[in-house]
Nanobody, 116 residues
Framework: QVQLVESGGGLVQPGGSLRLSCAAS????????MSWYRQAPGKGRELVGR????????DYAGSVKGRFTISRDNVKNTVYLQMNSLKPEDTAVYYC?????????WGQGTQVTVSS
């Protein structure tokens, strides 16, 4: 079965950095595009960014462009979200997502809190 497990969240001060990981299993990771989303308290889930199966192509939401970087390791079946210059408005639960044969799969999420 498809499983996505996020890790790496925590509390960080404004201007700090975190790297999130999403370990995938149960599908052919190396040929699958992957996405990161986030959901802040009281708000809907929003796309943070995406990466193609080979890792060459990425795109990002305007609010994180230039600060966040998505990468992947197709040997470790893991996708990463490097977050730099964090702001309080980046506080959210972060999720990774894959679509397999028309079905959407989400991880359980990892909390990121940016606060002094």
């Amino acid at each position: 079965q498809v499983q996505l497990v996020e890790s790496g969240g925590g509390l960080v001060q404004p201007g700090g950095s975190l790297r999130l990981s999403c370990a995938a299993s149960g599908f052919t990771f190396s040929i699958s595009a992957m996405s990161w989303y986030r959901q802040a308290p009281g708000k809907g889930r929003e796309l943070v960014g995406r990466i193609t199966s080979g890792g060459v192509g990425t795109d990002y939401a305007g609010s994180v462009k230039g600060r966040f970087t998505i990468s992947r390791d197709n040997v470790k079946n893991t996708v990463y979200l490097q977050m730099n210059s964090l702001k309080p408005e980046d506080t959210a639960v972060y999720y990774c997502k894959t679509v397999q044969y028309g079905y959407i799969y989400w991880g359980q999420g990892t909390q990121v809190t940016v606060s002094s």
